[in-house]
């Protein structure tokens, strides 16, 4: 099975920027596809974006010119860039993937705190 740990998560202000990484160990298959999505409070867990193995992407209209989702094989690690940050980007985010043969997430991690505040 595949474990995924995420960190970079941190208080920022608006406008600024964070990293987050995924860092993914206990399984040396290839992973098709690994994402990100948030749960802020109140609110349902929503999708955020996602990169396939042959580094296509997908994103969420909210993000969509304002976060990058990139992947390092060799590291087994996806990231996302988060820039221009607003206040509703407030969440905690969570990284996912797929499991061989599979198209839906079935790894989960933990999930990074992003709060975005004055």
């Known amino acids: 099975q595949v474990q995924l740990v995420e960190s970079g998560g941190g208080l920022v202000q608006p406008g600024g920027s964070l990293r987050l990484s995924c860092a993914a160990s206990g399984s040396i298959f290839s992973i098709n596809v690994m994402g990100w999505y948030r749960q802020a409070p109140g609110k349902q867990r929503e999708f955020v974006a996602q990169?396939?193995?042959?580094?296509?992407?997908v994103y969420a209209d909210s993000v969509k010119g304002r976060f990058t989702i990139s992947r390092d094989n060799a590291k087994r690690t996806v990231y996302l860039q988060m820039n221009s940050l607003k206040v509703d980007d407030t969440a905690v985010y969570t990284c996912?993937?797929?499991?061989?043969?599979?198209?839906?997430?079935?790894?989960w991690g933990q999930g990074t705190q992003v709060t975005v505040s004055s």
């Open positions: 996912a993937a797929t499991r061989p043969g599979g198209w839906t997430f079935a790894d």
């Open positions: 990169v396939t193995s042959s580094t296509t992407t």
